[in-house]
């Protein structure tokens, strides 16, 4: 082991991390949980987990905030003003921020820089700019009656974010929520808590007190005590299917509203007719970004019979070209995965396709010669069928699993076989084929000749098995806000009279 290569943590993080209920710290009350740098396996830190009782002091610091705090009637202009502070605090601390997400994810340094904390930044930039172009309705159909719609904030907002983005995720949720008047409680994922734990200390010292608080500990302890706690309003969830499910029958016993932002199995459809290259480059970037580990990865490759094996062979030359290793290092292309058993886990699928009748075309093996971090090659597997497991179950590591198609007909057929529908992408410069495909794709978005590619103001979500709501402008907007219908005569009518005895 001494010849091989030993990873320097990106930042020396706090040695440990608590919550916020208020401006003070959660007293914890649960064990002390490790976080470890995936790059090298090392312990780095340890996070206090809240127990119910103080989960329940952040709560009540949501809700006096919303209760009897300035924050749900804040005029527009002071509210945006404060998000475009929260914007600011992102970029100026972009570069910390991104170390101590790198520390506990293992994502690129560089990609965290340079997209992942932007993106935060202008997640705030995006609901400041979206509250000053609201409108309002109003309505007069009914002679001599005004009718108003208006838009008041819900409440407290319980967010719960998961691993693989974490402060891209969740500061989309901060931002949407404070934007309409909510306050919150923010869950990160036990294994990643840093960056959000630093943020929100950061953010604290803009916003009123309460506003924005943060526990921190496993799912079915912190997450649970929060999702079931009765002064939350509305709960806002991105993270796995099953954990969704949990979570909505919870809330569902006290008819709390839920988005639900959940897993993924998205096609990648590679047309004969597409730009190859083009093509070759969105499949790599669709499956191997974020280190394999995005909601959103294309990974069923899908490829017309016709180009078949020309991609394939292209594509697996591309993947064992590609650089794994250390996360700092701006040349890295691929970094570790997340945690030890998520490791496990990933490659388990490559023996899970050969049981299937698959065959692994590249990778499927752990790197050892990268130390102790959690490193795998880059992986593809061909299965016989789309009802193989590797075809159906979401790994969320970087494993693509290729399938032949015939005629868009059948491509779409195999692309909507699934419990998924989050995205799919369609690469193809046939026009009538991109129509047919856009028509015929049963998911909640549909990139065309470009891998991922968000538009905060249209809705993002998933049909089926991924998702229930939407997130961005309007979707945002209508879940964080509950409507209210004032009518009133312009000149107050005689009304029908009764009791009168005439
Ligand atoms: P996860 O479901 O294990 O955990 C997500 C969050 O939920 C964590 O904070 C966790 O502690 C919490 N949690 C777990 N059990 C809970 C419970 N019973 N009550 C309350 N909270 C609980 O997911 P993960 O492994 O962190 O993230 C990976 C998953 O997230 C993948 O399935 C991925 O597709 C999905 N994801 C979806 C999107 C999207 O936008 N659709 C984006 C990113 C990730």
Redesign the pocket.
């Known amino acids: 082991m001494t010849d091989q290569p030993r990873f320097e943590i990106p930042i020396r993080p706090p040695a440990r991390v608590t919550g916020w209920a208020g401006d003070r710290a959660t007293p914890g009350g649960g064990p002390e949980l490790p976080v470890h740098y995936p790059a090298t396996g090392a312990q780095i830190s340890v996070l206090v987990e809240d127990d119910a009782a103080s989960v329940g002091l952040a709560v009540r610091a949501a809700r006096r905030a919303f209760d009897q705090g300035p924050w749900p009637s804040l005029s527009t202009a002071e509210r945006i003003s404060l998000l475009e502070r929260c914007g600011k605090i992102i970029r100026d601390h972009a570069d910390e921020l991104a170390r101590l997400e790198c520390a506990a994810t293992g994502l690129l340094l560089r990609e965290l820089k340079e997209r992942h904390m932007l993106r935060a930044a202008y997640n705030f930039r995006f609901f400041a700019d979206y509250i000053s172009q609201r409108a309002g309705e109003r309505y007069d159909q009914t002679p001599g009656y005004l009718t108003t719609v208006v838009r008041e904030p819900v409440g407290v907002a319980a967010l719960?974010?998961?691993?693989?983005?974490p402060v891209a995720?969740a500061t989309m949720k901060i931002a949407a929520a404070l934007a309409f008047g909510n306050t919150c409680v923010l869950?990160?994922?036990?294994q990643t808590p840093l960056a959000l734990a630093r943020l929100v200390a950061l953010l604290q010292e803009v916003l009123p007190e309460g506003v924005l608080n943060l526990v921190n500990g496993?799912?079915?302890v912190t997450?649970?005590a929060?999702?079931a706690h009765p002064g939350v309003d509305l709960v806002s969830?991105?993270?796995?299917?099953e954990?969704g499910r949990?979570?909505m029958s919870a809330a569902g016993q006290r008819l709390v509203p839920c988005t639900m932002?959940?897993?993924?199995k998205s096609a990648n459809v590679i047309f004969a007719s597409a730009d190859f290259e083009r093509a070759l480059d969105g499949a790599l970037l669709g499956i191997f970004s974020n280190n394999g580990q995005?909601?959103l990865a294309g990974s069923r490759i899908l490829v017309e019979r016709a180009i078949f094996d020309d991609f394939i062979e292209r594509f697996i030359a591309r993947a064992k070209n590609i650089r794994v290793g250390d996360p700092t290092d701006p040349a890295t292309e691929i970094g570790p995965l997340a945690s030890l058993p998520h490791m496990s886990r990933v490659l388990g699928f490559a023996e899970t396709a050969r049981a299937d009748g698959g065959r692994v075309l590249t990778g499927g093996t752990r790197r050892d010669d990268l130390g102790a971090g959690y490193f795998v090659h880059p992986t593809a597997v061909t299965v016989p069928s789309n009802a193989a497991r590797t075809a159906q179950d979401?790994i969320?590591g970087p494993f693509a699993t290729f399938l032949p198609f015939e005629s868009a007909e059948e491509a779409a057929t195999i692309a909507n076989d699934t419990a998924f529908g989050?995205v799919s992408y369609v690469w193809s410069d046939h026009l009538p084929t991109v129509m047919q495909m856009t028509e015929a794709l049963r998911s909640g978005v549909v990139w065309v000749n470009t891998p991922m590619m968000r538009e905060l103001r249209a809705p993002f979500g998933?049909f089926k098995n991924?998702?229930v709501g939407r997130e961005g402008g309007a979707a945002c907007e209508a879940f964080y806000t509950e409507e209210k219908t004032v009518t009133m005569p312009k000149t107050p009518p005689p009304l029908r009279r009764l009791g009168l005895g005439e």
């Not at 719960?160 to 983005?165: G, H, R, T, V």
């Open positions: 719960i974010a998961p691993w693989n983005a995720l869950k990160p994922s036990e496993r799912g079915p997450g649970a929060l999702v969830f991105t993270g796995g299917t954990t949990m979570i932002e959940l897993g993924g995005q909601c979401e969320f989050l998933g991924s998702g």
